[in-house]
């Protein structure tokens, strides 16, 4: 049975037998393991290569790597918009992939050549001089180059990997949703090997050779991605989103006096059998509903079909959490960023070995990795019998969770900044780094639930013919969130110089974490994350899915339970 809007690579209609499925999905997953190799160690740790050898402070260091790690979230959007639109996922992928690849060179050669960095310090912080003039501009090319590159691989490599499992098949629906379960574990376990190999080669053959690095685990990716062609579903473009929904505004605007018809039978509605989705007219938003009244004028701009109405329906509702999303996400990329130079001002020997900081995200990725495969396989089929959820819970519940346990971490790292400084100021020896596995285990809590829940949650609330822009709304809460981020370092250093917290210096002012505010900062996070918490409850609680998941769950098990009998007959 061909399965509508899906093609294999030769534009024919798909065999279910041969094409998508597990054995698809696992080229997509490999993707997603040799990119993170490079990207994880990179996006983690590059606020060292940036105040280590480009000699930036501390508020500068932590806004350009929260601004490079928004940046991989929102040119998603870019991959998502031309997959969805105009050319299919797997080729966007192959295009953006060279990209990144570029990027990775660019900041391999600059660090590499002296000339294109500062020089060393020698040990006399005060004497050291920032990236500057030309050098600067290079790196900042390359710090952009490679999200333009990875964020459309992201986002096109979650929808074609969700596109290889059938919603409407009962098993195969049960196989996306764990799809995207181990998406995330596929991330982890990108991150864990690149925290461990190639954490070492910067703190020990330098720099250069690890962008080099991560530009060929990209090169091998994209050499393992085209060698599933054979086996994908591709999903045909449906055109651009975006303008089937500004239509849906004009046209509602321009009909904003006509009357509404008392059936919805005399809306306006094109079934010819290309469509890839259509839907059903739902309450709520009336207004947008004048934009499919028939009044005998078909011009495109005039009047839209129920189905483009209904999308953007879909995206005003969850437009709220989106908004709510953003600032629940707002202090993470901090905290990573910070937590990074907070390791490198404690004592970092494990026996005789010196732990680099950066390698400490291995605890919450290990537990992320353990806690994905254990959920999926136990406690989602545990849960799904106790609440008659497919998910087990709803995505939405999953990441209420997350955040909880993000306000959690900040006041625990706030906790352990504010002993770290009192030690230093007494003279006394440095705590152990590893005083900050209790933050980083709280946050991996965070990635189980947050990450894939609302990853889940925007793709499956998509249409079909947007699923690239569903997951490339998560990917730009993320980069939203970091940007914000930045503003938010800028906006406290600025008020706490004027009132003179910190001496006539900003809480993060300057290159020694000694003298800065951090454990102020953690605490005004901490208090910013748990409203932002309770103004996402209500708007999750406020939310209507498109699909109920109880009775999804129902009657996918009646049909499992029906399909069972029917083979024993």
């Not at 050291?128 to 290079?138: E, K, M, Q, Y």
């Not at 537990?367 to 999926?376: G, P, W």
């Not at 109920?548 to 083979?567: G, L, S």
Request: charged share 15%; net charge neutral; proline share 5%.
């Amino acid at each position: 049975m061909a399965l509508q809007g899906l093609v294999d690579w030769r534009g024919r209609p798909v065999n279910p037998s041969r094409h998508g499925g597990v054995k698809a999905a696992m080229f997509i997953c490999v993707l997603i393991v040799m990119t993170n190799m490079g990207n994880i160690p990179t996006m983690l740790n590059i606020v060292s290569y940036l105040h280590g050898t480009m000699h930036m402070g501390i508020a500068d260091a932590s806004t350009t790597a929260a601004n490079f790690y928004g940046a991989i979230c929102v040119f998603s959007f870019l991959g998502a918009f031309i997959s969805d639109s105009y050319i299919k996922r797997f080729y966007t992928i192959l295009i953006f992939a060279p990209i990144e690849i570029l990027g990775y060179m660019l900041l391999a050669c600059q660090a590499h050549f002296p000339s294109l960095h500062p020089p060393p310090c020698d040990g006399h912080p005060e004497r050291c001089a920032a990236v500057s003039g030309r050098n600067l501009s290079l790196l900042r090319l390359g710090l952009y180059v490679i999200p333009l590159g990875e964020g459309a691989l992201r986002v096109c490599g979650a929808a074609l990997g969700g596109d290889q499992f059938d919603g409407d098949d009962p098993a195969e629906l049960r196989g996306k949703m764990s799809f995207f379960n181990w998406f995330a574990f596929c991330i982890s376990l990108g991150g864990f090997v690149g925290l461990v190999f190639v954490v070492w080669v910067q703190n020990n053959e330098g720099w250069d050779l690890s962008f080099a690095l991560a530009a060929i685990m990209a090169l091998v990716a994209m050499a393992v991605v085209l060698a599933g062609l054979p086996f994908y579903r591709h999903q045909v473009p449906a055109g651009s989103p975006l303008t089937r929904i500004l239509q849906v505004f004009v046209a509602a605007f321009r009909k904003r006096n006509v009357t509404m018809p008392e059936s919805v039978v005399e809306m306006h509605e094109i079934s010819d059998g290309t469509s890839i989705e259509l839907l059903d007219s739902t309450p709520g938003f009336k207004f947008l509903d004048k934009a499919a009244v028939d009044d005998g004028d078909r011009r495109r701009w005039s009047v839209c079909t129920v189905t483009q109405v209904e999308e953007a329906k879909i995206i005003l509702r969850m437009l709220p959490v989106f908004l709510s999303s953003v600032l629940g996400y707002l202090p993470i990329p901090l905290l990573l960023s910070f937590t990074v130079q907070q390791g490198g001002a404690m004592d970092t020997r494990l026996g005789g070995t010196n732990v680099p900081p950066a390698s400490l995200f291995i605890v919450p990725i290990v537990f992320q990795m353990l806690i994905l495969v254990a959920y999926d396989r136990a406690v989602v089929p545990w849960l799904r019998r106790a609440t008659g959820y497919a998910g087990g819970i709803t995505h939405l519940q999953r990441v209420g969770v997350g955040f909880a346990s993000s306000a959690a971490s900040l006041a625990l790292a706030a906790a352990v900044e504010s002993r770290r400084r009192g030690r230093a100021s007494a003279s006394a020896p440095p705590m152990s780094v590893f005083w900050l596995t209790p933050q980083f285990f709280l946050l991996g809590v965070m990635d189980v639930t947050s990450f894939v829940g609302l990853l889940e949650f925007f793709y499956s609330e998509a249409s079909a013919g947007m699923k690239s822009i569903g997951g490339a709304v998560f990917f730009c809460i993320l980069g939203v969130a970091s940007w914000l981020g930045s503003v938010l370092i800028q906006a406290v250093n600025r008020a706490t110089a004027r009132r003179g917290d910190g001496g006539g210096h900003g809480w993060l002012d300057g290159a020694d974490l000694d003298a800065s505010h951090l454990d102020r900062f953690y605490w005004l996070l901490a208090v910013f994350e748990l409203v932002a918490f309770f103004l996402y409850l209500y708007c999750a609680w406020s939310y209507t899915y498109r699909r109920d998941p109880r009775m999804q769950a129902a009657m996918e098990d009646d049909k499992v339970t029906t399909t069972t009998k029917k083979a024993a007959v």
